[in-house]
């Protein structure tokens, strides 16, 4: 499911708990107020509705906050790859560059002995293989430092992809604090309404 979707179904998941836990609230509270006082009954409403209200804003703000995590996480795990894919470019245009220059450079010392009437052999053959060995040298190395920044960069893929489920869990445990703290003090409620009746 794309992240979109699962944040979708976990928010309206969580808002139908948090609708559904402050509807029964709100019945059971009805129901166990009778027979009080009117300065009672309007001082547990008040403490209800501060208790629902804390509870939807918990809720809300613990999604919240998952959500731009993750997103953030996303962000940075697609911009690790993006750059992986920019140096891995750029390998291939430098190999390019330095089989070129290689090549052109070979060609100039072959013309220059040429030219000159030398014999390709001996010193000079022995010179042009040594530059050609050491250019040679120098793309291998390249291409092995664009190696490295490319497993570099998906390290850091995948490790922002890591964060981005360590926060969507987060957040799911957040909720499941502020739904649970919600109850405690819901619960807190019946009890000071059951003192309230047998005083």
Do not use: H, W, Y
């Not at 139908?16 to 001082?43: F, Q, R, V």
């Not at 052109?104 to 030219?115: D, P, Q, S």
């Not at 014999?119 to 060995?133: D, H, R, V």
């Not at 040298?137 to 360590?166: D, H, T």
Request: positive net charge; hydrophobic residues 45%; aromatic residues 4%.
């Amino acid at each position: 499911m794309p992240v979109t979707g699962t944040v979708a179904a976990t928010t309206a998941g969580t808002t139908a708990a948090a609708a559904s836990t402050a509807a029964a609230t709100a019945a059971a509270a009805a129901a166990t107020t009778a027979g009080l006082s009117t300065a009672t009954k309007l001082l547990l409403a008040g403490s209800l509705a501060g208790t629902i209200g804390s509870v939807f804003f918990g809720v809300q703000s613990a999604k919240a906050q998952a959500k731009t995590q993750s997103a953030i996480a996303q962000a940075n795990s697609e911009e690790a790859l993006e750059r992986g894919e920019q140096l891995a470019r750029a390998g291939r245009a430098e190999q390019r560059d330095i089989l070129e220059e290689r090549r052109r450079t070979l060609a100039r010392n072959r013309a220059k002995f040429g030219k000159s009437g030398a014999m390709f052999e001996g010193s000079p053959l022995i010179a042009q293989q040594e530059t050609a060995k050491n250019i040679t040298l120098n793309a291998e190395q390249a291409a092995f430092n664009v190696q490295l920044g490319i497993r570099a960069a998906q390290r850091q893929s995948q490790v922002s992809l890591i964060q981005k489920k360590v926060a969507k869990d987060t957040g799911r445990l957040r909720v499941g604090e502020a739904l649970f703290s919600g109850a405690t003090k819901v619960a807190n409620l019946g009890l000071e309404v059951k003192r309230a009746k047998n005083a």
